[in-house]
């Protein structure tokens, strides 16, 4: 029987070339669209997967109140770590760790740069990496040890045995090697290559020292495993109040632990709540590959139903001699299905080829698991998902054909699916009209997000990342380059002006008790205004003329619209951390965290300390050549370091990621959504005109003109994309409206938007349906009618 079905619907599908052609290609484009956002999609939700105890794992999060929200941020005290190990009776361990960096390794020969962490010694039992060499519960007991990476141990040591050979650490220490991981999975939160004992950093760092009884400074990361997570909620309402029982303060604030399964796609908060991240994104791009997916499959139901009269007859004859309508279903089932495994194969070989682009376009390396049973479970669950949608409604009313009805003659022509394929076709045009206005609503975001000022002069502006050895020497360093002419101005500061790291409380004259307000907090040398090109609206930047400006302390202007301070307001005492400073100056608005979101107050104070160079470099001179001057200097006074740089709007432009992403991936679906329907009505076009030639054959002899045979084929089409776009453009109105909710600083959605794309739908269907029209009223009458 099954061998019978196969027969003959390699016959009805070579028989129908053209039909087959358009079905396979639909179907296949929207496959290949489905497979490789499925891929990003998989890549998104496989974070963390890998761990054993991913499900009891939780990072310890603080809650506060500010200006009437609550704020929510992931760095607790240092003391934490410890008083987490007694705070509960389910609280297995407990791991402190900091935010992880570069760091320099250096062997007799070679010098490499890798990310690592400084952990505490339950890091690797708690999140169980996969072991190499050593063991993982003693590993990180001696301070003066290192563990490393396959890899890195590969780059530094060859094929020779890693252990207990020695890395020097970052031009400091050299610590012995006492075991190897293997390489951290990508799909992992924490990335890193080495991994330094916390008892080493306490030993060499004294700021960690100074806070390992401190409760107000909140600059670490604190990681603790809970026996069982139904024990979850009960832990942290017992663990909730620690910070305020510590640290008494005027704000409220409190710890909470959140689980390891939702650090990568639920990371935004608002007001204390969880409020999505990269979930929203997976879920559009989701959405989007399933839209598209689903205009092929009506493709296919389009077809395969208006091709109903000439199958009419063979179901006529087959239901006289004997088959039954479960017969019919499963042949016609079994053609849906042979169709889709073409179409499967052919998109996975399109996939295949349009991947590296595809991964450029994502950022991401993606691939195909052939050897992985779960990649032929998953495509078996999609051949048979997509083969039953679009073939079971064609089965279900080729099968209900009467014989008697079919078989005296009559047309099928004013029948129910006449009106399902209207249907399918409205729903195929309403949901390209969608896809084709998100792309100017997101476009028009992006532009407006671009438009913003930035309050800073981005070009020419580069950071070198700072380490102890060119700390001590900075003023040389600085003083050389800028004799040198390689560089117009140099400052040093916490962190790089596209990003931002502290944030503090400040008290002011004038300030309501009730109002708590973060500051975003930068520490910086002097010629921070000058090197940033940043704006001084009132007063000064810090300068070595004034030897007070050690207590000076520098306001945006939106710190300044926050606090209403009395003319004058240089030299207004302010007071941060216990300590009083002078108010010397103000600075223009400046884009620093979101770019999506209103500028943050803002106060800057002076400070030898930081992490981050940044340097301009000057407009009259090559770039490579002021690059090259500085590598020199940089090998003469932090002769141990590689040179390593980054342009300022280089990181600038990866704020945009996703919206970008997002952009980039609806123009393309718009266009391939466009494409699958036209295909779709390339064929009911094609079948109309051949369903009325006799018509047409007649209206041409009775006088009838090309425009107005071509008027008359269109004129159904045009009243389908009408509706679509009466039904479509409400709906895409609510979907952007909700989708640009996520942005404090948005655009508002231009009626013109709706009727632009709509136009654009209609043109579309019309140059396609036009033309089989033309062809149609082109024919000769003589032939149509000869039989009449």
Request: charged share 20%; aromatic share 12%; glycine share 6%.
């Amino acid at each position: 029987m099954l061998k019978n079905h196969i027969r003959i619907t390699i016959r009805s599908i070579s028989k129908n070339a053209i039909y087959s052609l358009t079905n396979n290609s639909g179907l296949a484009i929207g496959l290949t669209c489905s497979l490789l956002m499925a891929l990003w999609v998989l890549d998104e939700t496989s974070y963390n997967k890998f761990i054993p105890k991913k499900n009891r794992l939780y990072q310890v999060y603080t809650s506060g109140k500010f200006e009437g929200k609550i704020d929510t941020w992931k760095s607790v005290p240092l003391p934490t770590y410890q008083a987490m190990k007694t705070a509960d009776n389910h609280i297995v361990s407990s791991v402190v760790t900091d935010w992880g960096y570069e760091h320099l390794l250096a062997t007799d020969d070679k010098k490499i740069y890798k990310k690592g962490y400084y952990v505490s010694e339950e890091f690797l039992e708690m999140f169980e990496f996969p072991m190499v060499s050593g063991d993982a519960s003693h590993v990180l007991d001696d301070p003066n040890s290192i563990v490393i990476s396959e890899s890195t141990a590969k780059a530094l040591f060859g094929d020779e045995d890693p252990l207990n050979k020695l890395i020097r650490l970052d031009n400091d220490d050299d610590l012995k090697v006492s075991g190897v991981f293997t390489d951290v999975p990508k799909y992992s939160s924490f990335q890193f290559d080495i991994l330094i004992p916390w008892t080493y950093v306490e030993k060499t760092q004294e700021w960690i020292q100074e806070n390992s009884d401190n409760w107000e400074n909140s600059s670490f990361q604190v990681f603790v495993e809970l026996d069982d997570p139904i024990h979850h909620k009960t832990t942290e309402s017992n663990v909730a109040d620690m910070l305020m029982k510590k640290n008494p303060g005027d704000v409220e604030m409190s710890f909470f632990l959140y689980p390891m399964e939702r650090w990568r796609l639920y990371s935004k908060f608002e007001d204390g709540r969880e409020k999505g991240g990269l979930i929203e994104f997976v879920q559009i791009f989701a959405a989007i590959a399933i839209v598209i997916l689903v205009i092929a499959c009506i493709n296919f139901m389009n077809l395969a139903t208006a091709r109903s009269e000439r199958r009419s007859k063979e179901v006529g004859i087959r239901k006289t001699v004997g088959s039954g309508r479960g017969e019919l279903i499963i042949q016609f089932l079994c053609e849906s299905f042979f169709i889709t495994i073409i179409s499967y194969v052919i998109a996975i070989t399109l996939a295949l080829v349009l991947l590296p682009s595809f991964n450029h376009l994502v950022e991401k390396q993606l691939s195909f698991d052939f050897t992985s049973s779960t990649f032929w479970f998953a495509s078996a669950g999609i051949i048979l998902i997509t083969g039953l949608l679009a073939g079971s409604y064609p089965a279900f009313y080729l099968s209900s054909f009467r014989p008697a009805i079919i078989l005296k003659g009559n047309s099928l022509s004013n029948d129910g699916s006449y009106y399902a394929r209207k249907v399918l076709v409205v729903v195929q045009f309403s949901a390209a009209i969608i896809l084709l206005t998100s792309t100017l609503v997101i476009y028009q975001q992006i532009e407006l997000i671009r438009s913003r000022a930035l309050g800073y002069q981005q070009d020419r502006l580069i950071t070198v990342d700072l380490n102890e050895d060119l700390a001590d020497k900075y003023d040389a360093f600085k003083n050389e380059l800028l004799g040198s002419g390689a560089i117009e101005s140099m400052t040093l500061s916490n962190n790089s002006i596209t990003e931002v790291f502290s944030e503090n409380t400040l008290d002011w004259p004038g300030k309501p008790n009730d109002l708590n307000v973060l500051f975003h907090t930068i520490k910086s040398n002097y010629d921070y205004a000058k090197t940033m090109g940043i704006k001084i609206l009132e007063g000064r930047d810090f300068s070595k003329d004034f030897t007070s400006d050690s207590s000076a302390i520098i306001l945006n202007q939106a710190a300044l619209d926050l606090m209403q301070l009395e003319d004058p307001v240089i030299g207004t005492q302010l007071s941060t951390s216990g300590r009083t400073r002078n108010l010397i100056g103000i600075l223009d608005n400046t884009i620093m965290g979101s770019v999506y979101n209103e500028v943050k107050p803002m106060f800057m104070v002076l400070d030898d300390w930081g992490e981050v160079i940044t340097m301009r470099l000057p407009k009259d001179q090559d770039i490579k050549k002021s690059l090259s001057t500085i590598e020199a200097a940089l090998k003469k006074y932090n002769p141990a370091y590689p040179f390593d740089y980054k342009f300022m709007d280089t990181e600038y432009e990866k704020k945009f990621k996703y919206i970008k992403l997002t952009h980039a991936l609806a123009n393309i679906y718009a266009l391939l959504a466009l494409v699958i329907t036209g295909l779709g009505i390339l064929g009911l076009a094609a079948f109309m005109a051949e369903q009325r030639k006799k018509e047409i054959g007649i209206r041409k002899v009775l006088g009838a003109t090309v425009s107005q045979l071509i008027a008359m084929i269109s004129k159904d089409f045009t009243k389908l994309i009408l509706i679509a776009f009466a039904l479509g453009a409400p709906l895409s109105w609510w979907l952007l409206d909700n989708y640009l909710d996520r942005y404090t600083i948005r655009v508002e959605i231009a009626w013109w938007i709706f009727p632009l794309a709509g136009f654009a739908a209609l043109i579309f269907a019309l140059l396609i349906v036009g033309n089989q029209a033309f062809r149609a009223a082109m024919s000769n009458p003589v032939k149509s009618l000869r039989s009449e």
